[in-house]
């Protein structure tokens, strides 16, 4: 199939506006007398709240308002679990939580008004460690419950114990990951602006997924939903990351908006950022894996704690992503898998890129090299002896039998583009100096969009004007990665029109289609059908239209190049502006809602069986890195990321999602730790958390891997999350070669690389 | 806490203002000027997002004083443009793909104008020192670099 | 919250001044350091009332060449020191750490003066300044004193800089021809990386190939930057052809214990110092072997 604008690599859409800086985010947004406002955050990890006291900080100068808990219609929210305080009202669960919020004329006045809130606390013990929290009679994080669960997800498949028994090598390993923050570079970022244009009040924002938002700011308010209406500002990346924590300062604000009647713009310093925003979750993970002397996977009993700190958040889902994809993408006849999270009071953990897949791809991929040792194999034979292929049965006991499984295939490709196979021998040679080097690989499979987690569905609006052009607007949101390109590329690829008609509309809660969330890889697969559905809508009333008029068959039309062609004779029959015009003329209505349904799936709770998710996708990371064995520094000298992503609406888009994915795997590997200490977080801004900069880059080979796929649009699945969740795992590989030592706790930092072990300098607060 | 009025250029144009002792560049920027490309990610010169150029200097305008720069001559993102004709490094982001959230791209921009000025050619790993002082956490900034390649050549 | 009044001069006697004048004075420069301290509300900022910009006197951006020093002005920018030819061909192993420092945009505003006044134990610059025997003078209104680098360092942070002084000149002594420098840096990632660990080398090897006086400073190793002389006595005398490396990395570590004592980053720290010094003595004995 030949396409005219899908499967290029057009220029995005939102260039322009972003290389002049005309751009506006949130934080560039002034609106007439607004105010400030700032949060009180807690001083303690777990204290109960004696008193506040806001008197003083009322008659300071330029302070409008100050509200707290009590303020608050409703002041538990959540997607999954409503138990989010907005602010905190006996208790702050973790350093965090907020207290209190001023507004104010400057954001001066509001951060002097927060000098002046006593509040009186009485310091409570906190638990900081999932695996005490589990404990029997630990004590409760949140003393309504029974106990500290917040989930447990259960996988049964075959009999775990026949397997071992059968099984001629056994290993049993345990793996840690840290808690990692999103660092997207704009801070979280708002205005509130109350009664604009019949809501109650409007929340312009750096909003990942504007109607999670507005069912926040709604239930908190206690209003229905069409009195609050979310707009979406240009984005400063989110990763996951803009969510539940925009959803407690769209409250928060709303709040304050209503209360002075005037708009209240909300703007976070990185370190409150830091401090206050949700984390990709840390996972203790215990493997126990049995395979035969050749090398054939018998069974695999598997058991995850996730530290799902102060809220349960997302973390029912996250664990659930990891029950699905936790033994990797490896034929096992016998599975047990329990995965856990538990609350503490550390803050709280929720939706990162990769969703629960990086901690336990880390793991297994781990696990297969140190199999493969044992086993005295190479890891690429190991894992080309128990891989998926199609009709396979994965752990959940789905049979991948409707769509290409092309694992074979990536791994292929990627170890052809990273010549890993002489690579692999000659680095395992004894190497003299002290710099190494090591060549390491990690393969994934990963389900699209939401699987069973939630009803999965999508709509987008295509609304042609009066003069030809074209309006989008889908309810999901642009998060940097090209979305409005991507749509945009699919109406008009579906109308046959030139891109520059095509106007696409930031997300409006009151105008857009509710359509879940930008989360989950689900996107281009699930918007994209809806814009496609649409915009074959449109074609299909337009079609009827020139067939009439033209007495041609609806179906020997063909739209492409701004024309519409009768097919067999490749004539040209009317232009689509002249289409339109007729259109106009007839008064047919050229605004069309499409809408997408995912396939159907299913889930049993109780054994982790059933159809997790109507389809996957496969990729193949290979690192290669030189190791300062004297010093502990690594450097990352390549990375080859294959991964098949059905089809590549616009190339040069995806491998932007690649290079970027495979820095953030690469920092997740190396570097970056939010660092802890009972609760506390000791590493607040930039200059303590580092993620990569340009200087860290290794050489990045792209490898795109295309087998359409029947559900997508022309084929297209998902690409955002797989490039962030190999690398990692494929970097540890790599170093355990380098240097003959195996480490299983991310990062690898110089004093893990050193010494096997990490330091910490103690201490509680900064 | 009194005011001093300062006198510098910016995009080309003469400005006086009075600025209170603990404004920064970046502050007169967004909140007096209004020139709201320039952003800020950490406020500690770590991130780059609010890198500007001063006096042909890439520098992080959060680590400026106001009050320091009278008689100096600034150049934002929005200067970049002239006579609404794109720089050839703006239009080079736009055709490598440089670009995802764009939050960290007026800064990279800077970054990369400030290299050109006192090096047309550059080489990568020159490029890459530009660019060291500036995150992105969406692209890998392998495009970024790609796009500055184009015009150095 | 901080509250000060700002006073900026073009002219170093209006400087002096304004030191005489007023009290509680907090001198600006390049601000890469004090701005964040700003910033973050730092409890190591002093009190203080004034904020004196020096930013913009040109007198104290001059690099010279005098009488067999080098002097630099306190406000001549990492930048400059790396493009400067003066410290190019005289000084590379001070070019060496003005690269590793912060990123462009941080080079181009932190300065020489700034990172010797702030006294950090992490200052990329200090090691290899002590180790070049940098001199600072000091003015007042009553007049100039000169003192070697190191003795001016009295802590971690801290300075013998009297409140109504300001550092006017960084003087370097040229080095013979037979000298040799080389700087050492270990950082979490590849740029905008505070050195974890760093080490300066400045040593003269005469024509039989023996080690004269050696100069050993490292970097986030001690409370603050000061010199290693056991180390350094225990290079000396040695040939380059008959050293034992493994040997000479153990008295530094031990030496950087018996300083520093145990802390918690000191299982990382004393293997690691021991290889930066066998590494920058490696460079050197190969360079010396080369220029033979």
Redesign the interface.
């Known amino acids: 199939m030949v396409y005219s604008k899908v499967n290029k ?1 057009i ?2 859409v ?12 949130a ?2 947004l ?1 609106f007439p007398n607004m105010l400030y406002g700032k949060v009180l955050r807690s001083k303690y990890p777990y204290a109960r709240i004696v008193k506040i006291d806001i008197e003083k900080a009322l008659t300071c100068p330029g302070v409008e308002a100050v509200i707290t808990a009590d303020d608050i219609p409703n002041n538990e929210f959540g997607v999954i679990v409503q138990n989010q305080q907005v602010l905190a009202r006996q208790q702050v669960l973790y350093i965090g939580d907020g207290i209190a919020v001023v507004a104010a004329e400057t954001k ?1 006045a509001a ?2 008004a927060l ?1 002046l809130i006593k509040v009186e606390y009485e310091e409570l013990p906190g638990i900081f460690d999932p695996e005490e929290a589990a404990k029997k009679g630990a004590p409760l994080v949140h003393s309504e419950l029974e106990n500290n669960q917040v989930v447990h997800h259960r996988l049964r498949k075959g009999d775990t114990e026949r397997g071992f028994a059968q099984a001629e090598v056994i290993l049993e390993r345990e793996y840690t990951t840290q808690f990692v923050e ?6 979280e970022s708002l205005v509130a602006v109350p009664y604009e244009h019949n809501t109650l009040v409007t929340i312009y924002g750096s909003i990942q997924n504007p109607f999670s938002c507005r069912n926040a700011v709604a239930s908190v308010l206690k209003v229905p939903l069409n009195k609050v209406r979310i707009i979406q500002n ?6 996951g990351g803009k969510d539940e924590v925009m959803s407690s300062m769209a409250a928060r604000a709303a709040l304050l908006a209503l209360k002075t009647n005037r708009p209240v713009k909300m703007v976070n ?3 409150e950022s830091i401090l206050e925003s949700y984390k990709r979750h840390p996972y203790k993970m215990k493997y126990k894996v049995g395979a035969t002397k050749e090398g054939k996977l018998a069974a695999m009993e598997i058991k995850c704690l996730a530290d799902s700190g102060a809220y349960a958040c997302q973390t029912p889902f996250v664990t659930w992503r990891s029950v699905v994809q936790a033994t990797g993408p490896y034929e096992l006849p016998n599975v047990k898998t329990d995965t856990y999270g538990y609350y503490t009071n550390n803050v709280y953990t929720g939706a990162m890129r990769g969703y629960g897949s990086p901690q336990i791809i880390f793991a297994q991929e781990s696990l297969m090299d140190e199999l493969a040792e044992e086993l005295k194999m190479t890891p690429m034979e190991l894992r080309l002896k128990n891989i998926y292929h199609n009709n396979s049965i994965t752990a959940s006991g789905q049979k991948l039998d409707n769509h290409q499984v092309s694992l074979e295939e990536v791994i292929n490709k990627a170890v052809e583009a990273s010549n890993y196979k002489d690579k692999y021998r000659e680095y395992s040679k004894p190497q003299s100096g ?1 710099k190494k080097r090591g060549i390491g690989m990690a393969i994934s499979f990963r389900g699209c969009s939401l699987g069973a987690e939630a009803t999965d569905a999508a709509g987008a609006i295509v609304a042609i004007q009066r003069d030809g052009s074209i309006l989008i607007s889908c309810g999901l949101a642009e ?4 979305l409005k390109t991507v749509f945009t590329q699919i109406a008009a690829e579906e109308l046959g029109v030139d891109i520059r008609r095509i106007n696409y509309m930031e997300v409006d809660t009151s105008v857009s289609p509710e359509s879940g969330a930008t989360v989950a890889s689900r996107s281009t697969i699930l918007g994209g059908n809806a814009v496609k559905n649409a915009a074959h809508q449109l074609k299909e009333t337009l079609a009827e239209i020139v067939a009439a008029e033209f007495k041609i068959k609806t179906n020997n039309l063909d739209f492409k190049n701004e024309n519409i062609y009768e097919k067999n004779k490749n004539q040209k029959i009317i232009s689509f502006d002249e289409a339109i015009t007729l259109a106009n003329q007839q008064g047919i209505f050229l605004s069309v809602y499409g809408w997408y349904k995912a396939p159907d799936i299913s889930w049993d709770e109780e054994n982790g069986q059933g159809r997790p998710y109507f389809t996957y996708v496969y990729g193949c990371q290979i690192a290669e890195v030189e190791v300062d064995t ?4 690594i450097e990352v000298l390549k990375m080859t990321a294959a991964h098949d992503v059905g089809r590549a609406i616009n190339p ?2 995806l ?2 999602q ?7 795997g690469l920092g997740y590997g190396i ?1 970056e730790e939010v660092e802890t200490a009972n609760g506390y977080i000791k590493n607040t ?3 303590e958390y ?8 290794p050489e ?1 080979i792209p490898v795109i891997v295309e087998n359409p796929d029947p559900h997508g649009p022309y084929g297209a699945k998902s690409i955002g999350e797989p490039t962030l969740e190999l690398g990692a795992p494929a970097i540890a590989n790599a170093v355990a070669q380098a240097t003959g030592k195996r480490i299983r706790h991310l990062p690898l ?3 893990r690389v ?2 096997g072990h990490s ?4 201490g509680t607060k900064k | 806490m009194s005011k001093v009025t300062v006198t510098f250029i910016v995009n080309g144009k003469e400005v006086t203002l009075k600025v209170g002792p603990k404004e920064r560049l970046i502050d007169t920027l967004r909140e007096q000027l209004k020139l709201t490309g320039t952003k800020e990610g950490c406020g500690i010169g770590e991130c780059g997002a609010c890198t500007v150029i001063l006096d042909g200097k890439a520098v992080s305008s959060c680590l400026i004083l106001t009050g320091q720069i009278g008689g100096s001559e600034v150049l934002t993102i929005e200067g970049l443009e002239v006579d609404g004709k794109l720089d050839s490094l703006q239009k080079a982001f736009i055709d490598c793909h440089a670009i995802q959230c764009g939050f960290c791209t007026p800064g990279m921009l800077m970054s990369a104008k400030a290299l050109l000025i006192h090096n047309p050619h550059p080489n990568r790993e020159e490029i890459k020192t530009a660019l060291e002082g500036n995150l992105c956490r969406c692209t890998g900034y392998e495009q970024i670099i790609e796009a500055i390649e184009s015009v150095a050549k | 919250m901080i509250s000060y009044e700002f006073l900026t001069t073009q002219k170093i006697e209006e400087a002096l001044n304004y030191l005489d004048k007023f009290s509680k004075v907090h001198i600006l420069a390049g601000g890469t350091d004090l701005l964040v301290n700003l910033y973050k509300e730092s409890p190591r900022l002093p009190d203080f009332d004034y904020l004196l910009d020096i930013s913009n006197i040109p007198e104290l951006k001059i690099i010279n060449s005098i009488n067999k020093f080098i002097e630099i002005g306190p406000l001549v920018t990492h930048s400059r020191l790396i493009n400067e030819p003066l410290i190019k061909n005289n000084f590379p192993v001070l070019m060496e750490a003005a690269y590793t420092i912060g990123s462009t945009q941080i080079r181009n505003r932190g300065t020489i003066g700034g990172n010797i006044v702030n006294a950090s134990p992490a200052a990329d610059l200090l090691p290899p300044l002590i180790a070049l025997r940098a001199e600072v003078e000091l003015t007042s209104r009553k007049g100039k004193r000169v003192l070697p680098l190191e003795e001016f360092l009295a802590g971690p942070y801290k300075t013998k800089l009297q409140a109504n002084e300001l550092l006017t000149k960084i003087k370097i002594p040229l080095l013979s021809d037979n000298y040799y420098t080389d700087f050492q840096k270990i950082g979490r990632r590849k740029a905008l990386s505070i050195a974890r660990l760093s080490l300066a080398l400045v040593t003269k090897i005469d024509e039989e190939g023996i080690f004269q006086d050696t100069r050993v400073v490292p970097g986030s190793a001690t409370p603050y930057p000061q010199s290693l002389p056991v180390t350094e006595e225990a290079i000396n005398g040695i040939s380059i052809f008959q050293i034992n490396l493994e040997e000479i990395g153990k008295i530094t570590s031990n030496e950087m214990v018996s300083i520093t004592g145990e802390r918690w980053s000191t299982p990382y720290k004393k293997p690691t110092i021991a290889v930066l010094i066998k590494r920058a003595l490696e460079r050197i004995i190969k360079e010396a072997k080369t220029n033979e």
Do not use: W
Request: aromatic share 8%; proline share 4%.
């Open positions: 690599p220029i995005r939102d260039a322009y506006e972003k290389v002049i800086g005309k751009a506006k985010f934080a560039d002034y001066e951060a002097k000098g999103h660092a997207y570079i704009e801070p240009h984005m400063g990346g989110s990763f310093t990185r370190d002290d998060n940097g990665e090209g004297a010093t502990g520094q040069a888009c491998k932007g690649i290079y970027g994915g495979v820095m953030m570097m801004n930039f200059d580092l993620i990569p900069t340009v200087k860290d880059m990045i930092n110089l004093e050193l010494l330091l910490s300098k103690g």
